[in-house]
C-alpha cells in the first residue's frame, strides 16, 4: 500500500493516518490544542521548514480539521483554527501523550500536567463505553466487521 492511498482505504487506521499520519501534522495539533494560531507562532514553536508546515496546514484546512480566519486585511494574514473535526481529535492527542508520560517521561514526570477545571484535579485520560461508562481495556474489546461497510477487495 503506498502512503498516497490511505484515504481510499477500508480502513479507519488507514484513513485516519492520511489526514494525521506524521509527526509535524501531530506536532501542529497540539500546539492548536495549546492555543497556539497564527503560522509564525507554529513555525517558532516547531522550528521546521516554512514550505512544510504550509503543506500540513493546507491538507488540516483541506480536511477539515482546521478554518483558515483573516486576523489583519493589509497584508492579508490567516489564524488557524481547530473546527469540531480537529476538536473531536482531542481525545486521541491527549491519550498519546499522556501513553508517552507513562512510558517515555523521566523520574522527573511528565513535562505538562494536565488539570480538569471542573472538579479541580489533575487526570490522565482513560478510554471508557460510552454505553455503561465503565472502563474499557484492550483484552475487553471485540473488534467485529459492519456488515453496511464497503469490504476491502481481496
Given at each position: ?52 508546515l ?67 484535579c ?6 471508557t ?26
Amino acid at each position: 500500500m503506498r502512503w498516497e492511498d490511505l484515504a481510499d482505504q477500508p480502513c479507519s487506521m488507514a484513513r485516519a493516518l492520511a489526514v494525521v499520519g506524521d509527526r509535524w501534522t501531530l506536532m501542529i495539533l497540539r500546539d492548536a490544542f495549546l492555543k497556539v494560531r497564527r503560522f509564525d507562532d507554529f513555525q517558532k514553536s516547531l522550528g521546521l521548514a516554512r514550505r512544510v508546515l504550509s503543506e500540513r496546514l493546507a491538507l488540516l484546512v483541506e480536511e477539515g480539521v482546521l478554518e483558515k480566519r483573516p486576523y489583519q486585511e493589509r497584508p492579508v494574514r490567516y489564524e488557524y483554527r481547530l473546527t469540531d473535526k480537529g476538536l473531536d481529535l482531542y481525545p486521541t492527542v491527549l491519550s498519546l501523550i499522556h501513553w508517552a508520560d507513562k512510558h517515555c517521561a523521566g523520574p522527573e514526570g511528565p513535562p505538562v500536567l494536565h488539570h480538569h477545571k471542573t472538579c479541580g484535579c489533575d487526570f490522565r485520560s482513560v478510554l471508557t463505553c460510552s454505553e455503561c461508562g465503565k472502563k474499557v481495556k484492550p483484552r475487553q474489546v471485540e473488534a467485529r466487521a459492519n456488515i453496511a461497510a464497503p469490504r476491502q477487495p481481496a
